[in-house]
DNA sequence: TCTTGCTCATGCATTTCAGTATATCTACTC
DNA sequence: GAGTAGATATACTGAAATGCATGAGCAAGA
């Protein structure tokens, strides 16, 4: 077992087989057939001299050698999308595919728009949209551009800081005629809150620099913060949000506003090697004109409160 | 062109061209026949709907479609690597292949006794070394273990810091028996020194933290620290080096003792999923043992000499 | 100028690998 | 208890990829 020479389409395989859970099924996924998917795995085993399923009329349940080398694939199969994404993109033309990392309430709240704005400048981009609270690897390439709430602090990234995204609470007109308008952080004990489920390490964050936030419990919680915006638009009660996509709506309105403001420093990162790709700098172009003018066009909203609540490294 | 489906082999192919220039070459390396590389290129090729290389009868020249693909091709080898690296180390036996990337100094002259003591407890356990001062990513898994200069800014690494390597003025007696022994810093003037060839960036952060240095031309330039510690060896001049390494020879003395000696704080690092895998747990403790015990057994040999040269940033 | 050594390209035989069809086993539903 | 739907494993057949042999082009050196 010197010399191993494990065909890399193998790793596919195995890779699909891990996530698929079965060979039936990672043969559909890969357009292949069932005996030629378990070929390559007996294949595999047979090199590496142990076995990596135990097979089952059920399907095939991996084993401990076989979970600890899937952190492999994983990169094999991010790294092989970005180098198609990559040679799918002609020389000197904005063309292929961008794969773009945010945050839920970003990815769906603000982006939309500044990416179609930018597809139709250029109709031959494909726009890979990965909106998820799961920070994604850059320098495993799992995605090509990412809009962070947290400093990069990895070499090898390029970062523009685009502005500081203000939060506060907020909550729809209804829920205010309704149950009346807090005039103080102290009011809220009276009031229905919407917060977070489970307490991360951001949010741990959060509570350490504001103090002033009295701890009273969640009418209701998720740790969606889709669905927290959702819960203050529908009336529910109060929750934070941030103050541009409020502004959108008429009928939801600032509660105590400048007695409680966080602003949430905002970054664009892109990692080095694809700052000469078109495709990508565009893009990367195209977000930071966008997101600044979403920061900068709620910014007036909000004027007069600086109070020095601090960047929280954090959500949303 | 919408679904791509090109086989991970023709990556791998792919990548061979492009290193060895040739289809025929790549095909040595592969173990195939020409022919074989050249279908696969063409299938790439076809595929992406671009050529990558432009042919020739000396062998084929990569376009810049080709050359900006080549990083990409580079992970996935290094990951297939780390893949098999991981992939031979059976579960819970010491056994298999670590990688290791050190400067070229510490490689050569301080490791190597380090894993002989390693592998004679474990014979099982192959020992990859990368001795070059160039540094390899381990997020990108082109090592599995890294002894470093330099402090682990990123995450998902496990950093041990393992002392600070003290290094100062040495020569050899012969030297300082023909020339004299300098008793200043200024005397430096009138000696043969022995330094570095281009000015790095690491070098100029040493140099703007001793300003005590004088700035005298050297007589023997050269960017390998082997190669300046083999000339200090040599009786050529006078250089800097590390004092654990000078100790071992008694015909080599410390020249300007405590009047000039900066401290090398020396990381071991360590890619997080490997935690877990005992050829890599072994080794990593081994080294860091290894490691304290070679900074140890030098640090009474400079006793006394508490200047507070900060740690450089640096080389060696 | 001719040889040598390197390259890539092409036609053809073969081997290897993938697909089809089928058997078997298990869990779940009626 | 029979039937259905899911899974893997095994023979057999056919296509596709590989290897072999050969031809042709170019550069260096005798």
Redesign the pocket.
């Known amino acids: 077992m010197s010399k191993m020479d494990l ?1 890399w ?1 193998s790793y596919r395989t195995f890779l699909t ?1 891990l996530q ?9 996924e890969l ?13 595999m085993e047979a090199t590496l001299g142990y076995p990596l ?1 135990v ?6 349940l991996p084993t401990d050698a076989a979970l600890a080398l899937k952190p492999y694939a994983d990169t094999l199969a991010a790294t092989s999308a970005a180098l198609l994404r990559e040679a799918s993109s002609q020389r000197d033309t904005v063309s292929g595919a961008v794969r773009i990392s945010a945050s839920e309430v970003i990815g769906i709240e603000v982006l939309p728009p500044i990416l179609a704005e930018l597809h139709a400048a250029y109709p031959a981009l494909t726009i890979e949209l990965s909106a998820s609270d799961t920070v994604e690897d850059l320098l495993r390439q799992e995605a090509d551009i990412a809009v962070r709430m947290v400093a990069p602090a990895q070499d090898a990234l390029i970062a523009r800081h685009v502005g500081a995204v203000p939060i506060s609470f907020h909550a729809h007109r209804r829920y205010i005629e309704r149950r009346g308008m807090p005039e103080t952080l102290a009011d809220l004990a009276r009031h229905s809150l919407i917060g977070y489920d489970r307490e991360t390490s951001a949010i741990r964050a959060i509570i350490a620099r504001s103090p002033e936030l009295p701890s009273v419990p969640f009418a209701f919680k998720a740790d969606s913060n889709l669905a927290q915006l959702a819960a203050i638009r529908a009336g529910f009660g109060i929750g934070i949000c941030q103050n541009g996509l409020a502004a959108r709506d008429p009928d939801i309105v600032p509660v105590l506003p400048g007695l409680f403001e966080m602003k949430l420093e905002t970054w664009l990162v892109m990692h080095e090697n694809l700052k000469t790709a078109p495709r990508c700098r565009v893009t990367f172009d195209a977000l930071a004109k966008g997101l600044r003018d979403y920061i900068r066009g709620i910014a007036p909203a909000v004027a007069g409160s600086h109070d020095p609540a601090q960047a929280a490294q954090a959500i949303v």
């Open positions: 065909s389409d087989v698929e859970g079965s060979l039936s099924a990672a043969a559909r357009g292949l057939t069932q005996p030629t998917v378990g070929r390559h795995v007996d294949a399923f097979r089952s009329p059920h399907g095939l």
